[in-house]
Structure formats: C-alpha cells, structure tokens
C-alpha cells in the first residue's frame, strides 16, 4: 500500500493524520536513502464552485503519481480553514525521477485541466530537512 492508497483508507474509516505523521515517516527513512530525494509541497486554491472538480482531477494525479517508478509518495490534503485549498505532499527518489514526474502525460493533463479551476496560480515549495 503506497501513502495514497493510505490516506484514502483513513479518508473512508474517518480518521484524522496527526500533524506528526509526514514528520514520523521521514524520520523512519534511512538517512542515506533519502540524500537526492525530492519532496515538495504544492498548495491549490480552487476557483469558488470548482472544489469538487479539483479535488477529483488531484486524487487521480495522485493515483498516477503513485504509480510512477522512483515516486516514493504523493497525498492529498484539504485544509481545515479553507475548502478551497488543497495540498499536494510529493516525494521522489532522485531528481531524475521527479523530472520524468514532470515529463509525464499525466502531469501535462493534469495542467491543463485545473488550469480552469484555480482560483490563483499553483504556489510550489520544496523541502528539505532541517538540522
């Protein structure tokens, strides 16, 4: 089960992420695994009337995310003070693998799909571990 699949069984049962979890899995990574990784954190805001529509074409990129080789994770949030927003959590094995994620049809598709549901554009941050 990839952390998608996770988060949309959690979804279903009802229960609710503690703020801890992406912190607890990445502690729980080899540190000599994750040098070269890429994860990075991609807030949507939909356009007034368009949430349900981004929320669907964003579970699907994440299903196809999820099946793209070197994609070591990719979740959806919504956010507790804004049904508009949504974040896109992402994790890659290497930098070659998070450039083919952008290569990819689906990442084309998925472009150009929300384009026409976002309220602004898409604001992209990407992370790395702190001392």
Known sequence: MNLSELDELMDEMDMSVRPDTLETAWELTDVEARR???LILVTMRARPGAEERLE???REFVRATSGLAGSRGSALHRSVE???T???IERFASEDSFAR???SDYFARFQAEQASL???PVTAMFLERGV
């Open 82 to 84: 804004d049904p508009r």
């Open 118 to 120: 976002l309220a602004e």
């Open 36 to 38: 070269g990784q890429v």
């Open 86 to 88: 949504w974040f896109l």
């Open 101 to 103: 994620h952008m290569a």
């Open 56 to 58: 669907r074409a964003s």
